[in-house]
């Protein structure tokens, strides 16, 4: 269980922050016809919040099952 959630903790924090330097970043900002200040300020929000809230139940996970 210890290695699962490691990798789980890992893709949490990859996936924190995704920015300009990221071709997710473009990915999302393209399709969805962001201008690029527009999109630093929302998609990087964002992956934040998904990068906490991940990482948090992550560690509730942890709590639980070790």
Do not use: C, E
Request: proline residues 0%; glycine residues 6%; positive net charge.
């Amino acid at each position: 269980m210890g290695r699962v959630l490691t990798v789980m903790a890992v893709g949490a924090g990859a996936m924190t922050v995704s920015h300009a330097n990221d071709s997710y970043f473009w990915v999302v900002s393209q399709f969805s016809k962001m201008d690029v200040a527009t999109a630093y300020r929302s998609h990087t929000a964002a992956t934040l919040f998904m990068g906490l809230v991940t990482i948090s139940a992550v560690w509730l996970v942890s709590m639980v099952a070790l």
